[in-house]
């Protein structure tokens, strides 16, 4: 049986997910099959907006185009873009609405359940999305922006749930430059914040982004000004919280950054609260729903306050900065953030920071982007932890560089599905050494999944008793990044995973 599985582990499929992307060195390693041709809806089963807010959500769905959508029971104030399987519109009563999604091509249809939770709940499955940091750092652009959105699109990640298409640092205007561009008065008579001219429009940025029925994000920080320096929120909270609804953003980074020097003493009970309370408040105020990340690197014990100030909050330091000792950053990163398991639920959400494969730059340096160093199975054993951890799925590496091996880790749906899962578990660890790890997630409908994670520089063999998780008799498992069922097992579960790799399975 040993052998067995190790030939079903190396099993490589011919296709990667996308091909219309480029290939790239990893082009051997993929291990997610092609989507069908088939209609597949994919995503969050649920989703969480305030009555008499502006709802925008595109159906994730795979298959050969045109697909017509359409819903059953949709309520009063939603209608929906049958080309594209586009959701807006408002719906003015608290409540549950089921709906029934459908999709429909030359080659089959799909149906999948749905439903709208309208109350005082957002984000009640991780965030997904990307954001411009680690590839583009001070210089992105409106130009940049809307390409993102453009790419988000071509490259199919849509069709997976990705939706949040997010700006970093750098788009108001700086402090003390020279650069004519970014230089230049940072509010106007009213107190407005004014965006630096590669920006010249950021209401039509959005609304550039909401026509595709993609989201749009923020980023500024509490203090006087942000961590490179540009204007920042200090005494203009309600403001910049109208300011931004107005414009129509749909999710704002709120980081630390300057505000060290105007917090006061860390003696005071409110110290690190009482910046992300201040907008959080002023955002509850908005017409929109705004989607809010309290980005202060993990201080204060967040993870134990964050839910009443916020959807999802950093746990860590920047994982771009994380050294590589032995391990890559992103496993040392990873280990902080899930000992906070427990106080992750739906609509508040431990966040490890971003996903950085393809094309990332050098956070150090803030230089333009290259090929990551990680390697195949690497990547394979971050998306993993972060999927397994219920981490926003945020990547930040280069849109325009996706290649079909990234997209390959991007983009696995039984991988995607274990991350939105509606019961909202963080994995926990169940064991640790200096050779592997296990992690281990309930799933709503009573499985779970179960990473087990090589840490050596060696193939390794790694056991899961089910026993121990609770399970007896013959139990189905499945392997979530080739999509295929492995076969029933009692009592123990064994496979060998490549070096610093790992075999993530679903247990029914």
Known sequence: MKYLLLLL?????????????????????????????????????????????????????????????????????????????????????????PITLKAKNKSGSVSRKFTLEVGNKLALTPPMGWNSWYIHYDRISDKTMREAADQMIASGMVDFGYQYVNI??????????????????RRDEQGVIIPNKRFPDMKGMADYIHAKGLKAGLYISPGQHTCAGYE?????????????????????????????????????????????????????????????????????????????????????????????????????????NARHAEYAQPGAWNDPDYILIGWVGNAN?????????????????????????????????????????TLNVLCNHEVIEVNQDP?????????????????????????????????????????ISLSGLGLYGKKRVRDLWRQKDIGKFADKFTTEVQPHGVALIRIY
């Open 168 to 185: 970093d640092d750098c788009w108001m205007m700086k402090l003390k430059s020279k650069d004519p561009d970014i230089n230049g008065k």
């Open 9 to 97: 582990l190396l099993a490589i499929p011919v296709m990667g997910i996308a091909q219309n992307n480029p290939e790239s060195k990893y082009d051997e390693f993929i291990l997610t099959p092609e989507p069908p041709v088939s209609p597949r809806i994919t995503g969050p089963v649920l989703y969480g907006l305030r009555p008499g807010s502006p709802l925008i959500f595109r159906i994730p769905c795979s298959g050969e185009r045109p697909i017509k959508f359409t819903a059953k029971n949709l309520p009063e104030g939603i209608t929906i873009d049958e080309e594209n399987g586009i959701l807006t519109g408002t719906i003015n009563n608290p409540g549950s609405y």
């Open 423 to 463: 019961l909202g578990k963080q994995a926990i660890l169940l064991e640790k050494t200096e050779q592997k790890f296990v992690m281990m997630k309930p799933m709503h409908d009573g499985s779970i999944s179960v990473g087990l994670f090589n840490t050596g520089n060696e193939v390794n063999e790694i056991s």
């Open 365 to 405: 340096k803030m230089a333009e982007g290259t090929p990551t160093d990680l390697t195949p199975w690497e990547q394979y054993s971050y998306m993993s932890m972060w999927s397994l951890m219920a981490a926003p799925l945020i990547f930040s590496g280069d849109m325009a560089k996706l290649d079909k091996f």
């Open 232 to 336: 920042g929120s200090y005494k203009h909270e309600a403001l910049d919280a109208k300011t931004f609804a107005d414009w129509g953003y749909d999710f704002l980074k709120y980081d630390w950054c300057s505000y060290t020097k105007v917090a006061g003493k860390k003696s005071d009970p409110d110290y690190f609260t009482r910046p992300y309370s201040l907008i959080w408040n002023e955002l509850k105020n908005q017409n929109r729903d705004i989607v809010f990340n309290l980005c202060q690197y993990g201080m204060g014990d967040v993870w134990e306050w964050g839910s009443e100030h916020g959807n999802c909050w950093r746990t860590t330091g920047d994982l771009g900065l994380e050294q590589r000792n032995n391990l890559p950053g992103f496993y040392s990163i990873g280990f902080s």
